[in-house]
């Protein structure tokens, strides 16, 4: 698997997993409805680094993108967010996607990560504690879930070398 900065022409690759995921409202707090054009805008910002999972044969399996969480001061405490192709799930892209976006945040001077909204159903959860991050508090019965009905968002963190 090759993970590289996303160039500009990725997103017609990320958008079919991308819309399927945030349509699904089982992980993601953006409008199910979000139009492809408002999509492009939130994951493709120049303020965020962008970067996509390529499988052997060339196909973009995962996206994830790196910004900073907050402005002034405070800038070196890193988001990011990650999608995974569901038909891919399973293959350990994810993890690949958040341990090269850690080192990337270390290595640009980031000292923490922060996830804002973290759906407490989320698989990825498992994942996010597996890599050093801690639940710093759960807003409860925050998010609408399709199947599982008022759950929580958790808020998560980890520290950074940075």
Same mark, same amino acid.
């Given at each position: ?6 160039a ?17 409202a ?15 805008a ?11 999972? %390529? ?49 990337? !945040? ?10 804002? !909204?973290?759906?407490?159903t ?21 998010? %609408? ?18």
């Open positions: 698997m090759l993970i590289r900065e996303a500009a022409g990725d997103w017609l690759r990320i958008w079919p997993f991308w819309h399927r995921i945030v349509a699904a089982e992980t993601y707090t953006w409008d199910p409805d979000t139009s492809e054009e408002a999509a492009r939130l994951w493709m910002s120049p303020a965020k680094r962008v970067y996509v999972a %390529e499988d052997s044969a060339g196909a973009v399996v995962g996206s994830a993108f790196l910004t900073p969480n907050y402005a002034g001061p405070a800038a070196r405490v890193a988001n990011a967010g990650f999608m995974v192709d569901p038909d891919c799930g399973g293959r350990g892209i994810g993890r690949a996607l958040a341990e090269h976006v850690l080192r990337d !945040a270390e290595a640009h001077g980031y000292r923490g990560m922060v996830f804002n !909204a973290v759906v407490e989320n698989p990825a959860v498992k994942l996010w504690t597996s890599l050093g991050f801690t639940v710093l508090g759960t807003v409860p019965a925050a998010y %609408e879930h399709p199947r599982h009905g008022r759950v929580g968002l958790h808020i998560m963190y980890r520290a950074l070398g940075g």
